[in-house]
């Protein structure tokens, strides 16, 4: 058994409980403390994401051991794609944590903001990390619960509404989704992942089988936001507190929607044509719907918020073509591509979009305003926002030599070999409007010329939202490094490999 693998989840709800009673004696406490319990998760998922390649580790909690080769504790699952979602949640945490060290200070009651930042944090790394359905809902609900709580943080009217919108929808996916499980659980008397993959290829009922998928589609894709179950994303991204609209926007809706829907499909689910067919169409309609309503959009929030749905596309689109090519048994090597190009555009895009989002929290903090109509000339007075929100818009719509070109070259040379014209077609255009928007961005936040007198007196954001700005904005760059085929290998193919190959991910569980 890994013994690290529990801390991801002990080390957050231990400092959420801290935070609540030392802020209450020590002022300053919280804010530091939860930065610092956030980089220790950042060292323990670099070092996991180096140690754990072609392995599987597990953890048995409680010590249960399989009873006639049948899993009956509750198993926590570290592979190559956990350790890769770990990375993600934990940086874009502890960096959107320490931009909050200055940022919240504009609000009130910090120990609330960061024991919610902790659970949030913690109900993610135990979604990724849990091995059996029902796990996965318990840590699910600790961290959207988390989050409706800290997108109503400011409590003005606009905040209120979007949060009540988002439990409304959460609401719903949850249901959804317990729904599904209990259908599982009735068929299957067994809830482990690799156990239902064993009894559903020991034969099952066709339309039962295409019953539960549809509902886990439908319970996850509303968490994920991707169309037609995205209504309460731009609300609620906007509204939220910057720190926490990078976290929603970087991480939630991957941890608790994309990574569960692809975990589940590859590794629960037998690859099915029909399926594989429906998931890449509603990427292909994100990717394409999302960046048309967003170029329209003046609010910056706004505006980012509709791209997520757009970014999100990319991935599931390209997941989805790899998941036809593997039903047809055709091309693997194609659909490993394809695949590929899906996870990297997911690491991608926490970067950019995570970046972006605290580029619209330090003008927000500096002016006051979120309307890209009333900025203007802001390059001259915050330099450091400047440049790493150019490299950040850069990054998103796809410009070399920058992360987001080489994601988005692979799942087009995927599209081109799979013989999907169409969806790389799609994939090109969506990708100029991404910079036309862009564009727009950066010509009215930071060139524009206004009559603005208060000019003289706007100046940088401090040292913590610049830190993590530039921390992001270096991601943006280094990142490219995964196109090189040595190092794709090192990080990207044991995802790829524990995704195409089921049964190495349930025999390693079940021994079977």
Known sequence: MNPLIPLFVVIPLAGAFLIMILGRFIGELNKYFASLILLVLVILSIYSLATTGENLSLYKVGGWEPVNKIPIGIYMVMDGFTVIVLCIINVIGFLSAFYSISYIKRYTAENYFYALFCLMVAGMNGVVLSGDLFNIFVFLEISVISSYALVAFGVEKNELEASFKYQVLGGLASFLILYGIGFIYWKTKTLNIADIKE????????????????????????????????????????????????????????????????????????????????????????????????????????????????????????????????????????????????????????????????????????????????????????????????????????????????????????????????????????????????????????????DNKNENHIKEVPFPMVFSMVVLSILCVLLSLLAFPEIREAVLTPAIDILMDPGKYSSQITGI
Do not use: C
Not at 340 to 347: D, K, N
């Open 199 to 450: 009894v559903f290829n020991a034969g099952y009922d066709k339309s039962y089988y295409l019953f539960v998928q549809i509902l886990m589609l439908s319970g996850f894709g509303l968490k994920a936001a991707i169309i037609p179950f995205h209504a309460w994303l731009p609300d609620a991204h906007s509204s939220a507190p910057s720190p926490i609209s990078a976290m929603l926007s970087g991480v939630l809706i991957k941890a608790v929607g994309i990574y569960v829907i692809i975990r589940l499909f590859f590794n629960m689910f037998a690859v099915s044509e029909g399926m594989s067919v429906l998931i890449t169409t509603l990427g292909t309609l994100s990717m394409v719907i999302g960046v048309f309503l967003a170029i329209g959009q003046w609010d910056i929030k706004r505006l980012l918020a509709y791209h997520s749905i757009s970014q999100m596309g990319y991935v599931v689109m390209s997941v989805g073509i790899g998941m036809i090519l593997v039903s047809r048994g055709a091309r693997p090597e194609i659909a490993s591509l394809a695949i590929a190009g899906g996870i990297f555009h997911l690491i991608n895009h926490a970067a950019f979009k995570g970046l972006l989002f605290l580029n619209a929290g330090a003008i927000e903090y500096t002016i006051g305003t979120r309307d890209l109509k009333e900025m203007g000339g802001l390059a001259k007075s915050m330099p450091a926002t400047s440049a790493t929100s150019f490299i950040a818009s850069m990054s998103i719509s796809g410009i070399p030599p920058f992360n987001g070109f080489f994601s988005k070259l692979i799942i087009i040379i995927a599209a081109i070999m799979a013989k999907f014209y169409l969806l790389a077609l799609l994939a090109v255009i969506v990708s100029i409007v991404t910079l036309a928007s862009f564009l727009k961005f950066q010509r009215y936040a930071f060139f524009n010329k206004t």
